[in-house]
């Protein structure tokens, strides 16, 4: 393998871009049928869930808008903060709007509880929230997710928007990284 080959940097693949399409979609079918008569806003929180973003909207039949908001809570590190900040609030106002936010991972779960609770104030008719993926033995606060696309296991992945110190988020797969790039 090429040496620059970003791939080469992961321990395991955990997901492949065929895996993780599939199951996009399988949610796009779901949230179709659910919000079915009510037109969803998508929150898509930057930067991690560009790809989640783009997929899941674009597999969705339903009318629906998109707005962005970004938030940092990882800095270059590989462990959260703890403390989220707002680097871009929404243009849209969500008074009496359906809201789903679109996430690339729960992982503390610090990030949504608070932009869940930061968007509930803010007048909307219903605040959910769709995670591609989640690391149940990492969470740290009690969330309630409506959508998540797949458990995985408390390591730090990478790759379908997921970064490490801003790389790796190109990869159209989802892996471990491999710790010798880390420690
Ligand atoms: O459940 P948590 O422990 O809060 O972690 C999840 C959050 O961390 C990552 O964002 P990050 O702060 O790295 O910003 P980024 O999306 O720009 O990479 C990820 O995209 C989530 O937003
Ligand atoms: O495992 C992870 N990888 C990348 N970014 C993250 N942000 C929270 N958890 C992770
Ligand atoms: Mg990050």
Redesign the pocket.
Known sequence: MDAKDVSADLKEVLYTKEEIDQRVREMAAQIDRDYEGREVLLVG?????CMIMADLSRAMHSHLTMDWM??????SGTK?SGV?RI?KDLDADLLNRHVLIA?????????????KANLESRGPASVEICTLFR?PE???VDIDVKYVGMDIPNEFVVGY???FA?KY?NLDSVGILAPHVYE
């Not at 929180?45 to 869930?49: F, P, S, T």
């Not at 970004?70 to 800095?75: F, K, L, N």
């Not at 996430?103 to 932009?115: C, F, P, R, V, Y």
């Open positions: 929180v930057l930067k991690g869930a970004a938030v940092s809570s990882y800095g959260s989220v680097l996430e690339d991972i729960i992982d503390s779960g610090l990030t949504l509880s608070w932009l690391k990492a969470v740290k928007g997921l970064d801003e988020r």
